[in-house]
């Protein structure tokens, strides 16, 4: 698919299952990841470097390299401004960035597999600009956590790494939802579920972070986090569906 033409290049804009950011420009603030517009010193560890450069690896036979000294992808030498890798809107990866010299994408086989990567065309670039004024450069992988497979493969990722992929998901949402944990809310690696006072959880919403989880169809349990005047959280409020 050509997505020049998609019509689906705006940076943002997609149904979101899960977000995992992945840390350029984010700060931890009581163990919860928040966004911050204006340039930090704060930089990702060396672990979690290592983590990205395991998810990139896939793309490095088409001229996609991830330094891990300054954080950034280069496509055939050039800084890459934005990448995206979607498969459908609810499994795929993107990384916005203010600055760069070209924009890029991901295309797969029938399997979804990558073959090979393209150039969003001038127009595409310059219609993206306005959008990429305020990124943050994080990496974001978005994944509807029912397309998992019995034996626990991400499917959208197509590239081998799929168990590497899944553990450096489950750890960025383990380190974001630690926050959650004085309420009652905690997050089950084994399970890939959200369980309040050991009851499963059908839905969880916090929109000050963007943390939105489900909806699943097995638990009428829906929680929206609550904050104050301040945008601090101050508690959860719990609903049930009886219907």
């Known amino acids: 698919m050509d997505r020049n033409t998609s019509g689906s290049n705006s940076f943002g804009s997609r149904k979101i299952i899960i977000l995992v950011m992945g840390v350029c420009l984010l700060c931890a603030v009581a163990g919860l990841l928040f966004h911050t517009k204006a340039k930090a010193s704060w ?4 672990q979690k470097r290592e ?3 395991e998810i990139f690896e896939v793309y490095q036979p088409y001229g996609l390299r991830y330094d891990k000294k300054d954080n950034r992808l280069y ?24 600055d760069g010299t070209v924009d890029i994408y991901a295309l797969h086989d029938e399997r ?4 090979s990567l393209e150039l969003f065309d001038d127009q595409a670039f310059a219609d993206r600009t ?27 990722n197509g590239g081998g790494n799929d168990e590497k992929l899944n553990e450096y ?65 101050s508690g959860l409020n719990i609903k049930r569906d009886e219907n």
Do not use: M
Not at 43 to 46: G, H, K, M, N, V
Not at 78 to 93: G, I, M, N, P, S
Not at 112 to 115: A, K
């Open 43 to 46: 930089r990702p560890s060396d």
């Open 51 to 53: 983590e990205i450069a």
């Open 75 to 98: 496509y055939n030498g050039a800084l890459v401004r934005y990448f995206e890798d979607v498969v459908d809107d609810d499994h795929y990866k993107e990384w916005p960035n203010q």
């Open 112 to 115: 979804g597999g990558v073959t």
């Open 130 to 156: 306005p959008s990429l004024r305020s990124a943050l450069c994080e990496l974001q992988i978005t994944e509807n956590i029912n397309g998992y497979t019995d034996d626990g493969e991400a499917p959208f």
């Open 169 to 233: 998901i489950k750890d960025t949402i383990e380190e974001a939802y630690t926050v959650y944990q004085q309420y009652g809310l905690t997050y089950d690696r084994e399970s890939d579920r959200l369980y309040y006072e050991s009851e499963l959880v059908g839905y969880f919403e916090d929109k000050e972070l963007e943390h939105y989880f489900g909806p699943f169809d097995d638990s009428s349990i829906k929680i929206y986090a609550v904050r104050d005047k301040k945008g601090e959280l």
